[in-house]
Structures are given as structure tokens and as C-alpha cells.
């Protein structure tokens, strides 16, 4: 698809200015006043708009209008965060006034295989999509988003991809599983790939015909970019060089996301996929992209979104995330419950970034020792690393299972047997030294993580992990699955 299609599309549904503003657009010097007057804007629409928020900021913006950036942004901090469950409870009453009480079914955007019907109603934006995050063993939240909201969402993943250096109109393949997020309605659009330049390849699980059938995908449409998530990067690394598979095309751009980006990962992959460039990205279903990788962290991108945090219960720094922009459905000082620190940062050329450092995931997602301490997916990357470096690094994977407080299953993939018994002594050294003498750890050595790809993957495994990626809306099977797991761990 030429470049310039791609513009007249733009052009045609009426959003190349906001490509325009989120895409290509960057904030990299004097970006907290900037932040300031979006905030400003953000909090008074929805201030006079919004059931929800109405009068609820009339005092912040009395009171800070006139004070300098520093108390605006500490006295921000001051106001109520909400979760996941509040947006849940308040339900379509968070939506602009216009849009809080219709019938959000009578206006969804369907695609059932018709694009150029679709293209024609994204121009007369008359519509609500369909959007649910994750969820667990809470009902997801659900959000219907207009046209600019979706957009604006859509094109925050646009962002990610040109910063690495695709443009629009060159070849992208994106290797997802099936049934997680919108990706099977996405598919419907697949026979006019030669027209959008974009083909998906989809999987239930990860096996050696799988990656076969991925590898002969990449030779042939020879993709610039490829979206994937870490986990399954790292398998397609390992599969490739177990079964020597021909692998003829190095995309020049690959982009992993939503899951924790081990170095052993990176590693692995970098070494099989030696002419990639390898990124990784940060955000979220609500929310859209807002970070990308620099160095020394992963840049939050100040045209999209504030981020800030806050300790929560066990001293650890929770990220709140304020989406810049979006109106109709605004997020405003909301807690996604993910663990990282975040540093405002000036380098040598006078550029200024918000960057996230050390992200940890979701608050929940740690291993608790027989001792009650919590260890977060980062002390698991320096432990592998830490073996690593005696058994050069042998190790391409690792997944550690909570079986119980007082047992942990520590499964690898290794590249080299012969290093096995070290592999071993030294996990329960290290286990026993740092986190308890006292606990059992069981070592097993696999060929293949199992995995249900359709819930979200994490190094560290607790029991009852049941997110779904993209939510279990109307999913009686996700549904099924996430009572099955749930009695399992006796959570119910």
C-alpha cells in the first residue's frame, strides 16, 4: 500500500490532524507547561461535561490558576485516584453528557468483512467501539470509545512503530493469539492485506509447525516490522535455531510489548534475529501506548499521556496515568495498579522525558516467600543473569510457579544441557540464600512453556493468575476457564 493511500484514507475519515498531533508530533522540551495546559483543558471539559467529574475539579482549577508549575503538579497529585472498579461502577455516566445515556449497542462499529462500509462510517463518526480491558476475577472494564477516542488510542501504537522507524505503507506483521483483544474482527480485513500493507499470523499455542508455518509467513511477505509479545518472540528465537528453520528475512523492526522483557529474552532473540532492531513498549488496553524504549528506560511519550506514582500499601511506587486529550471517555489520575519508578530526566542536548524505569507489572504480581516477602519479577531477571554468567548464558527462559507459600516450580529453557547440574545447584543456592532456606523448589527442565495464550503471560506465575488478554466479555469458554482456575487455587 503506497504511502500516499494511506494519506488519502487518513484524509477521508477526517483524522490526519490527529495522526498528525499524536504520531508525529513530540514533546522534548518545556513539556510541563505543555502538560499543564492540557491538564487544564482536560479537567474543565470534563468538569462542565461530564456526569461523572461535574464540579468535582471547580476548586483545583480556582485554586491553581494562577501558582507556579511546581505547586500545579503537587497540589494534581492531591486529588483522588480512581481504579479499574470505580470507571466499572460509574459505567457509561464517565462518558460526555451526550453520550451518557444512549444505547451504546445501537451504534457500534461492526466490520463482518465490509472495510469500505466500515471506512465510510469512521468519516460520518457516528459510532461507539467496543473496548474491555484485561479484567481478572472482576468483571473488565468496558469502554465504548467514539471516533476521536479510538483514533487517538490507535494511533499511540502508530506512535511506537514510527519512532522505530516504520512508516505508514510499509509491510507489518503482527503475530498474535487468537481470541485476546479485537484481534479476530481485526482478520476479517486480511484479504485486502496487499491494500494496508499489514498481514496477521495467529496462534493457539507454540510449537515447532506453528513456528514453521510463522517463518515460512515472514520469508515470503517479508514484513519491515513485526509486533509480537516477548514471551512468544523468545520461543520463535528458540525454535528457529532447535530446528535449524531457514530463516531468510530479518524484519528490520521488531516491537515486543505487554508482557515483562527479560534480558535473557533479548538476548536470545537478538542472537537468532542478529540483523533486528528489538523494542519494547509499555501501555495499556484503556489507555493505548504511552512509553517507548530509549535508553535508560522506556520514554513516556508527554504528548499522550502524565504519569506519576504513588506508593501503595507495600511501599511500593504505583504508576497513576492521566490520558492527555480524550474528553469523551476521560482517564484522569488513574491507578493502573502497575508497579515502576518514573524519573523526569534532561540529557546532554537539553531534551527532557518522563522515563520508566524497573517496571515491575501489576501490583499483584510477585512471588511470596514461606517468610511473607515479595519478590517482583526484577529480582528474577538479575538471578537469571546472575546464573548466567556462570553457565554462559545457557539460559533463554524461565517461569517460576507459586504452587504454595512454602513451594516454587522453576521451569527452563536452556540452550545447553551440559550445563544443567550447575543450573540446578545454583537455583537453590541463590532461592535458598535470598529468599528462604526453608521452601522446596522443584527444577524442571522443558522444551516449551504451557501456556494458555489467550490469558496474559508472566515470567512469575501466582496461583489464581487469570487475566485474559482483552477482556472475557460475552467469552463463555474465558468464562469457564476463569471459574475452573479459580476453584483450582481456592479462591472461591
Keep these: 500500500m503506497s504511502k500516499l493511500l494511506y494519506q488519502w484514507i487518513l484524509r477521508f475519515a477526517g483524522v490526519h490532524p490527529l495522526y498528525q498531533q499524536v504520531v508525529v508530533e513530540d514533546r522534548l522540551t518545556n513539556i510541563r507547561p505543555q502538560i499543564r495546559a492540557d491538564l487544564t483543558t482536560l479537567l474543565t471539559k470534563a468538569n462542565q461535561d ?213 534480558d535473557c529474552q533479548r538476548r536470545n532473540i537478538e542472537a537468532v534475529f542478529h540483523r533486528s532492531k528489538i523494542e519494547d513498549s509499555y501501555g495499556s488496553v484503556e489507555l493505548g501506548e504511552i512509553a517507548h524504549e530509549t535508553p535508560g528506560g522506556l520514554e513516556i511519550f508527554a504528548n499522550v499521556a502524565y504519569v506519576e506514582t504513588e506508593l501503595n500499601a507495600d511501599g511500593q511506587p504505583e504508576m497513576v496515568i492521566t490520558r492527555l486529550h480524550l474528553t469523551d471517555f476521560p482517564f484522569i489520575r488513574y491507578k493502573m495498579k502497575d508497579i515502576a519508578e518514573v524519573e523526569f530526566e534532561v540529557d546532554q542536548a537539553g531534551h527532557e522525558r518522563y522515563v520508566i524505569k524497573k517496571i515491575e507489572g501489576k501490583d499483584s504480581n510477585y512471588i511470596m516467600s514461606d517468610r511473607g516477602e515479595h519478590f517482583y519479577p526484577s529480582f528474577f531477571n538479575a538471578f537469571v543473569n546472575e546464573i548466567n554468567e556462570q553457565v554462559e548464558n545457557a539460559i533463554l527462559e524461565i517461569k517460576v510457579y507459586e504452587r504454595n507459600q512454602t513451594e516454587l516450580e522453576i521451569q527452563y529453557i536452556i540452550e545447553n544441557d551440559d550445563h544443567k547440574q550447575l543450573i540446578q545447584s545454583e537455583t537453590r543456592r541463590l532461592l535458598s540464600e535470598h529468599m528462604s532456606p526453608n521452601m522446596r523448589y522443584t527444577i524442571r527442565f522443558v522444551d516449551f512453556i504451557d501456556h494458555d495464550y489467550r490469558r496474559k503471560y508472566r515470567v512469575i506465575e501466582r496461583q489464581g493468575d487469570i487475566e485474559f488478554a482483552g477482556g472475557i466479555v460475552g467469552d463463555r469458554h474465558k468464562s469457564e476457564t476463569v471459574d475452573e482456575v479459580e476453584s483450582q487455587a481456592g479462591v472461591r
Excluded at 486529588?79 to 460526555?96: F, H, N, R, S
Excluded at 483483544?181 to 486480511?190: E, G, Q, R, S, T
Excluded at 520469508?219 to 514471551?231: M, Q, T, Y
Aim: hydrophobic share 40%; proline share 6%.
Design 50 to 262: 461530564n456526569p461523572f467529574f461535574r464540579g468535582k475539579f471547580s476548586e483545583f482549577l480556582a485554586a491553581n490558576n494562577s501558582v507556579d508549575d511546581d505547586a500545579f503538579f503537587a497540589n494534581y497529585r492531591r486529588l483522588p485516584a480512581l481504579t479499574k472498579q470505580d470507571y466499572a461502577e460509574a459505567g457509561q455516566q464517565v462518558m460526555i453528557e451526550e453520550l451518557s445515556t444512549v444505547n451504546p449497542r445501537e451504534r457500534e462499529l461492526t466490520v463482518e468483512g465490509r472495510p469500505w462500509e466500515s471506512i465510510r462510517r469512521l468519516r460520518q463518526g457516528n459510532f461507539l467501539m467496543p473496548m474491555a480491558t484485561g479484567g481478572s476475577s472482576a468483571l473488565p472494564l468496558v469502554v465504548h470509545m467514539t471516533k476521536h477516542h479510538m483514533f487517538s488510542m490507535l494511533f499511540t501504537f502508530f506512535k511506537c512503530w514510527y519512532r522505530m522507524g516504520w512508516r505508514p505503507g510499509e509491510k507489518m506483521m503482527i503475530f498474535y493469539p487468537k481470541n485476546t483483544y479485537n484481534i479476530d474482527d481485526m482478520v476479517k480485513f486480511n484479504r485486502y492485506s496487499w491494500l494496508t500493507g499489514f498481514r496477521y499470523h495467529l496462534f493457539d499455542k507454540i510449537d515447532e509447525q506453528v513456528v514453521r508455518g510463522l517463518v515460512d509467513d515472514l520469508n515470503r511477505f517479508k514484513p519491515k516490522l513485526l509486533l509480537v509479545f516477548p514471551s512468544p518472540m523468545n520461543m520463535i528465537a528458540h525454535t528457529i535455531r532447535r530446528f535449524n528453520l531457514p530463516l531468510k528475512h530479518h524484519p528490520e523492526l521488531i516491537n515486543v510489548s505487554g508482557e515483562t522483557f527479560f
